[in-house]
Each structure stands twice: as C-alpha cells, then as structure tokens.
C-alpha cells in the first residue's frame, strides 16, 4: 500500500504566498510523475502542474509565472510554491503520484486533499 499526505493549505490574503507538500509512503520502489491539482466548490478537478521524474515541469496557464513545482526523490515528496495568491485559487489541492510499488505494480495514488483558501 502507497499513502500520500498533503500538507501546507490554509487561509492567505490575496498576494500572498503558500507551499503545499506531499510526501508518500509505504511500500514504494519509484516514483515517476508527480502532480498537483485542485477542485474548487462546484467545478471539475483540473491539472495545476506536474513534474517528470527527470524534472521536466508542465503547468495550467493560470498559474504560469507564479506557481513552482519540485520534488525531493530521496524523501519521496513533491511541493507547490504557489505565489501571488488569487481568489480563484482557492480549492482543494491533491497530490498525485506514479508509483511503482515494490511488488512492481504501477498505478496512480491520490493523496486526500489540502484546503487553499484565498481571501480578497
């Protein structure tokens, strides 16, 4: 079993800044993509960034220039530097993470959510 802990969320005023960290655990062999995304009240779960084991990094267009993505191999973690917070940043962010489990089975995990609140 693979367990993925989001940490980092809370309330910011608008400009602020947040880092968002999520490290896995159990019974992992590697890690491939590692990815950041968010649901706000009443929209669908869309893709904030993600990061290639190689370190090659994607992100939405609304977030470009203000959001950072990295991830620490040796702890199995990926973070979210998210600056010059927007009110329409504010969601549920989830972790989610290509695991190749130490019985070599491959599927994706989710992490259970962390609260980003943005206020104006």
């Known amino acids: 079993q693979v367990q993925l802990v989001e940490s980092g969320g809370g309330l910011v005023q608008a400009g602020g800044s947040l880092r968002l960290s999520c490290a896995a655990s159990?019974?992992?062999?590697?890690?491939?993509?590692m990815s950041w995304y968010r649901q706000a009240p009443g929209k669908q779960r869309e893709l904030v960034a993600g990061?290639?084991?190689?370190?090659?990094?994607n992100y939405a267009d609304s977030v470009k220039g203000r959001f950072t993505i990295s991830r620490d191999d040796a702890k199995n973690t990926v973070h979210l530097q998210m600056n010059s917070l927007k009110p329409e940043d504010t969601a549920v962010y989830y972790c989610?993470?290509?695991?190749?489990?130490?019985?070599?089975?491959?599927?994706?995990?989710w992490g259970k959510g962390t609260l980003v609140t943005v206020s104006s």
């Open positions: 989610n993470a290509a695991v190749v489990t130490k019985d070599y089975y491959g599927r994706n995990y």
């Open positions: 159990g019974s992992i062999f590697s890690i491939n993509g």
């Open positions: 990061i290639t084991r190689g370190g090659r990094t």
